[in-house]
């Protein structure tokens, strides 16, 4: 089963979007992140980011091979995933948002977030597991079961956007034996240094939230010179 019940609950807040069926509401290429909602035994969803795999392009494949992600941890959504067998994934544009499912602890009384820009209630299922860096972790095959799309935007490019989504998985591997801290943290100072040029109000506030939920900073040398956001700007 996947998110259950989605289409009957909060699914449609702004009116925009109904039910389009079982496939993916959005065209994925590569490694796509994505926000997914997972149903915890305290009766509420769980926040989370999750990257999406694309599978390769083929024109010999009739039928295209499964989207995949991968959970590295004892994590949340991998235990809810084993508990429910699926989850619902939601593409958001909000830095702040996903900032809040990358990093922080964050539960909903509602699979469906009010940001999501579409959603694609999937079912789970666990296909391979192994160990990286003493870290385990498991792929799984995700099949869509009904999505909409609740809003549509004109698409735009920020670079600051994206130095907080990579510093978010920077930040996660901050603790992790097989990377190297010092060459994380010079990459969290550029990061810092893109959203201060290019970002603007989200991106800054997604930074703050970042640094205040990671405490990455602390492990600077004290007379370094990186950019700090109290929220504010353009």
């Known amino acids: 089963m996947g998110g259950r019940g989605v289409s009957g609950g909060s699914s449609d807040p702004n009116g925009v979007g109904a039910a389009d069926g079982d496939e993916w509401p959005v065209d994925l290429r590569g490694v796509t992140e994505s926000v997914v909602t997972t149903l ?11 990257g999406l795999h694309a599978p390769d392009a083929s024109d010999d494949d009739e039928t295209p091979a499964p989207v995949t992600a991968t959970t ?3 994590t ?3 235990r809810n995933f084993h508990r429910q067998g699926g989850g619902v994934v939601q593409f ?3 830095p702040r948002t996903f900032v809040d499912a990358a990093v922080t602890i964050r539960e909903e009384d509602d699979p469906v977030l009010p940001d999501a820009h579409a959603w694609v209630d999937i079912e789970a299922r666990q296909v391979d597991a192994g160990e990286s860096g003493g870290t385990r972790w498991e792929r799984w095959e995700l099949t869509p079961v009904e999505s909409a799309v609740v809003e549509t935007t004109v698409p735009t490019i920020n670079r600051g956007f994206g130095a907080v989504i990579e510093a978010t998985v920077a930040t996660s591997r901050l603790d992790v034996p097989a990377y190297d801290t010092d060459e994380l943290l010079a990459r969290l100072r550029y990061f810092a240094e893109t959203v201060e040029r290019c970002g603007g109000r989200p991106e800054r506030e997604a930074f703050a939230a970042l640094d205040d939920a990671t405490g990455w900073r602390e492990r600077l040398p004290p007379d370094t010179d990186v950019p700090r956001f109290d929220g504010e700007g353009g």
């Open 40 to 50: 915890g035994p305290n009766g509420r969803w769980n926040v989370a980011a999750l």
């Open 72 to 74: 590295w941890g004892n």
């Open 76 to 78: 949340r959504t991998r």
């Open 92 to 94: 958001v544009s909000d």
